[in-house]
């Protein structure tokens, strides 16, 4: 397999990966970026959307051929450099919004619903 250079958030990165592997595939697998997320695999819904240079791409559809050399920051890398105050938003980016966690807050935090009149 051949190895490809690239920066991902920062930092210098090599991955012995197939040409043709999607960019959602190394980030997720091979990286254990797992905030980036499939969706259709398709380039319809923007699940696994990343910068890759300075453009937003749909990492499902770029190959790692193609990426290489190139500097990819993914949702982990847009969290770096939030402050303390964020730090609950930050732990569903590291953690990746699942969907029990989101429950879980939910939970932790009832809403009202609406009023009904009667
Ligand atoms: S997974 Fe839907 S656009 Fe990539």
């Known amino acids: 397999m ?4 690239m920066r991902v958030n920062g930092d210098d990165v090599e991955l012995d990966v197939e ?11 091979v990286l ?16 696994c959307t990343v910068h890759l240079g300075d453009a937003p791409v749909r990492s499902c559809m770029v190959r ?7 500097s990819v920051r993914t949702i982990e890398g847009l969290a770096e ?5 964020a730090q ?15 429950g879980a807050a939910t939970r932790a935090h009832p809403v ?6 009667q």
Do not use: S
Request: include cysteine; glycine fraction near 16%; aromatic fraction near 6%.
């Open 32 to 47: 254990g970026l797992v905030g980036t997320k499939f969706g259709c695999g398709i380039a319809q819904c923007g699940a």
């Open 64 to 70: 790692m051929e193609d990426a290489a050399g190139q």
């Open 112 to 117: 009202e619903g609406p009023k009904r009149h």
């Open 88 to 102: 609950p938003a930050r732990a569903g980016v590291d953690h990746g919004f699942r969907d029990a966690e989101l």
């Open 19 to 29: 040409a043709n592997m999607p960019l959602l595939w190394a980030l997720r697998d």
């Open 2 to 5: 051949p190895k490809y250079k």
């Open 81 to 85: 450099g939030i402050d303390d105050a």
